[in-house]
Nanobody, 127 residues
Framework: QVQLVESGGGFVQPGGSLRLSCAASGFPSNYYAIGWFRQAPGKEREGLSCMGGRGGNTWYADSVRGRFTLSRDNAENTMTLQINNLRPEDTAVYYC????????????????????WGQGTQVTVSS
């Protein structure tokens, strides 16, 4: 059974930082692309950052480039999203996902590709 569990969300002021974590189990991490997504009310799901199964090949959305950093530790079966300089428009539910047989760019940019998802963690940016 594939399972993904997000944590680290919360309420933060503009300009603040958060570190989101995703604990994964039930699949061979080395063969799965992983990534972080978000969805705000009334908006489509947005791929933020995705990485190939072996790491090193990472894709970032223009909206988060320079502020978000994705990393993964296959030995520990975890993935982390470091978020800096948060803005009110970053407010959303953040999800981690995993999928085999796709590259990181395809995973992040294709909203029709089925993937394994966590339940999400809420990020609220407000003064």
């Amino acid at each position: 059974q594939v399972q993904l569990v997000e944590s680290g969300g919360g309420f933060v002021q503009p300009g603040g930082s958060l570190r989101l974590s995703c604990a994964a189990s039930g699949f061979p991490s080395n063969y799965y692309a992983i990534g972080w997504f978000r969805q705000a009310p009334g908006k489509e799901r947005e791929g933020l950052s995705c990485m190939g199964g072996r790491g090193g090949n990472t894709w970032y959305a223009d909206s988060v480039r320079g502020r978000f950093t994705l990393s993964r530790d296959n030995a520990e079966n975890t993935m982390t999203l470091q978020i800096n300089n948060l803005r009110p428009e970053d407010t959303a539910v953040y999800y981690c996902a995993a999928r085999n047989f796709v590259g990181p760019k395809d995973l992040c940019r294709s909203n029709w590709i089925p993937a394994f998802w966590g339940q999400g963690t809420q990020v609220t940016v407000s003064s």
